[in-house]
C-alpha cells in the first residue's frame, strides 16, 4: 500500500515540477489541448476526447503571444483546482498491479509486504 501512496505522491510532484520548468518555454497548441482537455474532464465532460485535433485551429487562430497567455491562464485553473490527495483506488491498483507481476518464487517477499500493508 505504501508504494502505492508513494506513487500517487509522485506523480503529483512531478506535475508540478514539470509546470514549473515549462513555464518560460514557448506556448504550442499541443500543450494548450491537453490542458483544455484535462479542465473539461475536471469540469465533469463525459468524452476525454473533447479537444483532440485542437491542435491546428489553436496554432491557426493564436499567434504566440496569444497562446503563451492563454497557457497561463490555463495553468492557473489547473493549480488552483484543489487536490483530493492520494486516491485509495489508484493505490489498491498499483499494489495489485506490483503483486500479480511477481514470480512465484517469490512468495516470501510478497507475504513480507502483505505484512507491512
Request: proline residues 5%; charged residues 30%.
Given at each position: ?37 484535462r479542465i473539461a474532464l ?76
Amino acid at each position: 500500500m505504501r508504494q502505492g501512496y508513494v506513487r500517487e505522491l509522485q506523480q503529483r510532484l512531478d506535475w508540478l515540477r514539470h509546470c514549473e520548468q515549462t513555464k518560460n518555454d514557448p506556448a504550442d497548441g499541443l500543450s494548450i489541448e491537453c490542458q483544455l482537455g484535462r479542465i473539461a474532464l475536471y469540469a465533469g465532460a463525459k468524452s476525454p476526447n473533447l479537444f483532440y485535433g485542437s491542435v491546428n485551429t489553436i496554432n491557426r487562430n493564436f499567434p504566440p503571444e496569444q497562446k503563451q497567455v492563454l497557457r497561463e491562464l490555463l495553468r492557473k485553473i489547473e493549480l488552483d483546482r484543489p487536490w483530493r490527495g492520494v486516491s485509495m483506488l489508484k493505490a489498491y491498483e498499483y499494489r495489485d498491479k506490483f503483486r500479480g507481476s511477481m514470480p512465484e518464487g517469490c512468495r516470501c517477499i510478497q507475504q513480507a509486504r502483505q505484512a507491512l500493508d
